[in-house]
């Protein structure tokens, strides 16, 4: 039994029947290969038989009495693998969208909160004879880092179906009473406000900081909440979702990165920059002003890794789409995430989760709820126009019951005011694109998913224009170089003979010896 952070409690209060708070995986798998053939039921066997080493693919929620506390973790006694892994056929001809539009059907239902909050959906009848395993995760049990982390124990590293070691037995733990739970909540609360009072301390130092830092002309600066501009998908959203994917090569990225000398993170924000300037543009619709991405960072330590919390904050960056030139924008884009690191810093990276701690249940959910019911988003300039986040994954193939994973689009939750989320994924060379949208907010997401190879191959373009210039740059600085070598060697010469003539000049002009002024050592002094 253990209860929930106040970071993972806020993802179920921010929850709305708008606003779902899952994120979801689509990993597209070649069965061709697979050892005795595929078989839904055998893909079942294998999730059913490592659930154990996911801990909380068991647990489920329990709430606290009045709500006065965040909910507790507790190992389900009722569980059944029946309730979280299901089958369904992708609509013929079985493609790319095809598969995005029923991704977006079944990112569309929340979690069912009296159950362990997961689900894993096999998807048969897709092109070339794959399938797809969808899984739908609630954000309060997972981020993007841990939740990667914890489909691993899904995976092998050979086709070969490895045996997971068996389970421990361990007794059912008594749940506490509601008399037990109402007890230590209250006493929570009454030890929170001392401990607010010395947070609220540290946060004013922290916010002085970022005012210094904001003041100082010379240091770069992030974007700031608030100060984005409005697009059609900015504002108040619905439940239905769809969904699109892309796929890039990791080597051309990385040579994007080396040629620019900036960040992985820096290019896959500067291809979606390019690729919006080129969605929004077609509408007629880009902005004057650059849009803002909200850009999740991990602040897990080395030594909270194998958690499954969130461990998680956000920093703000422009993504300079009303620079044309993608070399351009992406210099602006590097320069912007350094600053916006920096700022991120300065506050402090356990900032949010330590305020989240204070988080009241009911206060915040009713909070939520009624933004939503209002349509707020509809009122106010946009806090940031879209979420983009980029999680590493394996350089290396990996196996899910001897089928090979072709690839893997992750898909984070859109939010009020932010109807569009991108997320990224790096798998054996590739960097895949998930787009999560809220479909009336977005209906033509695959004219924007469409975009990112086109504003990746400018950047590509780019990239080579400006190797040929520093190499171009290089060149002449080396002939400049030479061509002050060669003249240093003139003067040095020239300064040679020089010397030279004016020291044969000295020799001529000594005055001859005189044998009256020899040394005295061979002359006898008088004996007296």
Same mark, same amino acid.
């Given at each position: 039994?253990?209860?929930?952070?106040?970071?993972?409690?806020?993802?179920?209060?921010?929850?709305?029947?708008?606003?779902?708070?899952?994120?979801?995986?689509?990993?597209?798998?070649?069965?061709?290969?697979?050892?005795?053939?595929?078989?839904?039921?055998?893909?079942?066997?294998?999730?059913?038989?490592?659930?154990?080493?996911?801990?909380?693919?068991?647990?489920?929620?329990?709430?606290?009495?009045?709500?006065?506390?965040?909910?507790?973790?507790?190992?389900? @006694?009722?569980?059944?693998?029946?309730?979280?892994?299901?089958?369904?056929?992708?609509?013929?001809?079985?493609?790319?969208?095809?598969?995005?539009?029923?991704?977006?059907?079944?990112?569309? &239902?929340?979690?069912?909160?009296?159950? @362990?909050?997961?689900?894993?959906?096999?998807?048969?009848?897709?092109?070339?004879?794959?399938?797809?395993?969808?899984? /739908?995760?609630?954000?309060?049990?997972?981020?993007?880092?841990?939740?990667?982390?914890?489909?691993?124990?899904?995976?092998?590293?050979?086709?070969?179906?490895?045996?997971?070691?068996?389970?421990?037995?361990?007794?059912?733990?008594?749940?506490?009473?509601?008399?037990?739970?109402?007890?230590?909540?209250?006493?929570?609360?009454?030890?929170?406000?001392?401990?607010?009072?010395?947070?609220?301390?540290? #946060?004013?130092?922290?916010?002085?900081?970022?005012? /210094?830092?904001?003041?100082?002309?010379?240091?770069?600066?992030? %974007?700031?909440?608030?100060?984005?501009?409005? &697009?059609?998908?900015?504002?108040?959203?619905?439940?239905?979702?769809?969904?699109?994917?892309?796929?890039?090569?990791?080597?051309?990225?990385?040579?994007?990165?080396?040629?620019?000398?900036?960040?992985?993170?820096?290019?896959?924000?500067?291809?979606?920059?390019?690729?919006?300037?080129?969605?929004?543009?077609?509408?007629?619709?880009? @902005?004057?002003?650059?849009?803002?991405?909200?850009?999740?960072?991990?602040?897990?330590?080395?030594?909270?890794?194998?958690?499954?919390?969130?461990?998680?904050?956000?920093?703000?960056?422009?993504?300079? #789409?009303?620079?044309?030139?993608?070399?351009?924008?992406?210099?602006?884009?590097?320069? #912007?995430?350094?600053?916006? /690191?920096?700022?991120?810093?300065?506050?402090?990276?356990?900032?949010?989760?330590?305020?989240?701690?204070?988080?009241?249940?009911?206060?915040?959910?009713?909070?939520?709820?009624?933004? &939503?019911?209002?349509?707020?988003?509809?009122?106010?300039?946009?806090?940031?126009?879209?979420?983009?986040?980029?999680?590493?994954?394996?350089?290396?193939?990996?196996?899910?019951?001897?089928?090979?994973?072709?690839?893997?689009?992750?898909?984070?939750?859109?939010?009020?005011?932010?109807?569009?989320?991108?997320?990224?994924?790096?798998? /054996?060379?590739?960097?895949?694109?998930?787009?999560?949208?809220?479909?009336?907010?977005?209906?033509?997401?695959?004219?924007?998913?469409?975009?990112?190879?086109? %504003?990746?191959?400018?950047?590509?373009?780019?990239?080579?224009?400006?190797?040929?210039?520093?190499?171009?740059?290089?060149?002449?600085?080396?002939?400049?170089?030479?061509?002050?070598?060669?003249?240093?060697?003139?003067?040095?010469?020239?300064?040679?003979?020089?010397?030279?003539?004016?020291?044969?000049?000295?020799?001529?002009?000594?005055?001859?010896?005189?044998?009256?002024?020899?040394?005295?050592?061979?002359?006898?002094?008088?004996?007296?």
């Amino acid at each position: 039994m253990e209860r929930l952070s106040g970071l993972d409690a806020s993802f179920l209060y921010l929850e709305t029947p708008q606003m779902h708070m899952h994120v979801a995986m689509v990993a597209v798998l070649d069965p061709s290969e697979m050892p005795g053939g595929y078989s839904f039921e055998r893909m079942t066997e294998l999730i059913e038989s490592r659930i154990h080493l996911v801990p909380p693919m068991r647990r489920r929620l329990l709430e606290v009495p009045f709500s006065l506390h965040h909910p507790l973790w507790i190992d389900d @006694p009722h569980f059944d693998i029946i309730h979280h892994v299901r089958r369904v056929a992708c609509p013929a001809p079985g493609g790319m969208r095809e598969l995005g539009a029923l991704a977006g059907r079944i990112t569309s &239902t929340p979690l069912d909160r009296s159950r @362990p909050l997961w689900e894993a959906w096999v998807i048969e009848g897709l092109e070339n004879g794959h399938v797809a395993i969808l899984c /739908k995760v609630h954000h309060c049990t997972v981020d993007g880092a841990s939740g990667a982390g914890l489909l691993v124990h899904l995976f092998d590293l050979q086709r070969q179906v490895s045996s997971p070691p068996a389970p421990r037995k361990k007794a059912i733990a008594d749940l506490p009473s509601q008399g037990d739970m109402v007890r230590y909540a209250l006493l929570s609360r009454v030890k929170q406000p001392v401990e607010a009072a010395k947070l609220a301390t540290r #946060t004013v130092r922290a916010v002085s900081d970022l005012i /210094k830092l904001r003041r100082d002309p010379e240091a770069q600066h992030g %974007a700031a909440p608030l100060t984005a501009p409005r &697009t059609h998908f900015n504002g108040a959203i619905t439940a239905k979702r769809n969904a699109a994917f892309a796929r890039l090569p990791l080597d051309g990225i990385k040579t994007i990165k080396r040629a620019f000398d900036c960040k992985v993170n820096d290019v896959v924000l500067a291809v979606c920059a390019g690729a919006l300037r080129r969605y929004l543009a077609a509408r007629n619709e880009l @902005p004057d002003i650059p849009l803002i991405a909200a850009v999740p960072i991990s602040v897990r330590a080395s030594s909270e890794k194998g958690q499954s919390n969130n461990k998680v904050s956000a920093m703000f960056t422009s993504l300079a #789409t009303h620079v044309e030139d993608p070399g351009e924008r992406l210099l602006a884009i590097s320069a #912007t995430t350094r600053g916006a /690191k920096e700022e991120h810093n300065a506050i402090g990276a356990d900032m949010l989760q330590n305020w989240a701690e204070f988080a009241a249940p009911t206060t915040f959910n009713l909070a939520a709820r009624f933004y &939503t019911r209002l349509k707020l988003a509809d009122r106010h300039r946009p806090i940031h126009n879209l979420v983009i986040s980029n999680v590493p994954g394996p350089p290396f193939p990996i196996y899910m019951a001897g089928a090979e994973l072709v690839a893997a689009y992750p898909m984070g939750p859109v939010m009020e005011g932010a109807a569009l989320n991108i997320t990224v994924m790096s798998y /054996k060379g590739s960097v895949d694109f998930g787009f999560m949208v809220a479909a009336d907010s977005m209906p033509d997401v695959w004219d924007l998913a469409d975009q990112i190879e086109p %504003a990746y191959l400018e950047l590509i373009e780019a990239a080579q224009r400006r190797a040929e210039d520093l190499a171009q740059d290089a060149m002449v600085a080396a002939q400049k170089a030479s061509a002050k070598a060669r003249s240093a060697i003139e003067v040095a010469a020239s300064v040679g003979q020089v010397a030279k003539e004016l020291g044969v000049a000295a020799v001529e002009g000594e005055p001859e010896d005189d044998p009256q002024h020899q040394d005295g050592d061979d002359a006898q002094p008088d004996a007296q």
